[in-house]
């Protein structure tokens, strides 16, 4: 597997079904500024490990489900 | 969708601090002296430099990460056009009258500092210590040798020859025991690398600042000595700071504590 693999999120779906979060309001929660999480949600950027995780904490969903590797996965 | 609804923030404390004393630096420069626009440099690079000392928070992940990016492309193009200056002035040099020596010099920091600060990342501050004092300590070892071999023993007393030396061992010692003294006590390490900057600032540079080199070189000669004993010895005190592992060997896998 290569350093090709493109993570791709479902942030913005989840964030969806809260009634009335805003990317402001789910980047206070994780303490983090709005800019990243647009940055996320875009697909610019990747969160570490712990920021990922307290995404998936807010959500209350497993990691897994909240980010994925895309099917057009390099095998090498 | 989720429609934004967040309104306007002010901009942080640090950001409006900085971009003030930028716009009061050009001002003062422009109006006053030209010397004042390092008050300009201190807002440009002084968030960033309290940043990188962990002295300044502020920023999550993504902007750190951002700002790293834009430093290595800005230390790209600086250190290219820094190049590209110092070859077309050197090239077509003597008719120019200009000195290349203070580009050189800036150059010569850009590519130090690079590179002290990837050895950093990539061996952390315990190893990168270790491994700068004992490169440091080997090339003044050649040296003492080379210098030891080159004199000549036969016009000088006994007595001469064992204070040479010993002034010899006590030049080299020092950075074989702070290498050891890295793996094991940072903290201690770190005080006293930035005790030997001190000291080398101290007495070796206006002793260079008074001799033949002019001041370019003597610029550059403590730039090559000074970053890596001072850059060793922050990160050291900073490992040393945060060091809530218990595992003092360096060599060893050890457990660390993640922070995010």
Redesign the interface.
């Known amino acids: 597997m290569d350093s090709r693999n493109k993570v791709t999120n479902r942030v913005r779906d989840f964030r969806g079904q809260v009634d009335g979060m805003t990317q402001q309001d789910l980047a206070d929660r994780v303490g983090v500024t709005r800019q990243t999480i647009i940055s996320i949600e875009g697909g610019r950027y990747n969160p570490s490990v712990a920021l990922a995780l307290r995404l998936a904490q807010t959500f209350g969903v497993p990691v897994e489900n909240l980010f994925q590797l895309s099917e057009e996965e390099h095998h090498d | ?6 309104g306007y923030r002010f901009p942080p404390v640090t950001a409006l601090v900085a971009s003030g004393l930028v716009a009061v630096g050009v001002l003062l420069f422009m109006f006053v002296h030209e010397g004042l626009l390092v008050v300009a440099g201190f807002g440009a690079f002084g968030p960033g430099v309290l940043r990188e000392l962990g002295w300044l928070g502020g920023l ?4 750190r ?1 951002a700002a790293h990016r834009a430093g290595y492309h800005a230390y790209l193009v600086g250190g290219l056009a820094a190049v590209l200056v110092v070859s077309a002035l050197r090239g077509f040099g003597p008719d120019t009258g200009i000195s290349t020596d203070w580009i050189t010099l800036i150059l010569v920091v850009l590519w130090i500092t690079w590179l002290f600060s990837t050895l950093l990342t990539y061996w952390g501050a315990r190893m990168t210590a270790k491994r700068v004092l004992l490169t440091f300590g080997s090339f003044w070892a050649v040296f003492v040798i080379a210098m030891l071999v080159s004199e000549q023993w036969e016009e000088v007393s006994p007595g001469q020859t064992a204070l040479a030396i010993l002034w010899a061992v006590l030049l080299v010692v020092p950075f074989f025991v702070l290498a050891w003294l890295a793996g094991r006590r940072p903290r201690m390490a770190g005080l006293l690398l930035l005790g030997v900057a001190a000291v080398v600032s101290v007495v070796l540079f206006p002793t260079w600042a008074g001799g033949s080199l002019d001041w370019s070189s003597v610029l550059l000669t403590a730039t090559l000595l000074l970053v890596p004993l001072v850059g060793s010895g922050i990160a050291l005190l900073r490992e040393g700071a945060r060091a809530t592992f218990t595992c003092p060997r360096p060599d060893s896998p050890r457990s660390t504590t ?1 922070s ?1």
């Open positions: 969708m989720t429609e934004e609804t967040a999550d992940e993504f902007q990460q993640l995010s």
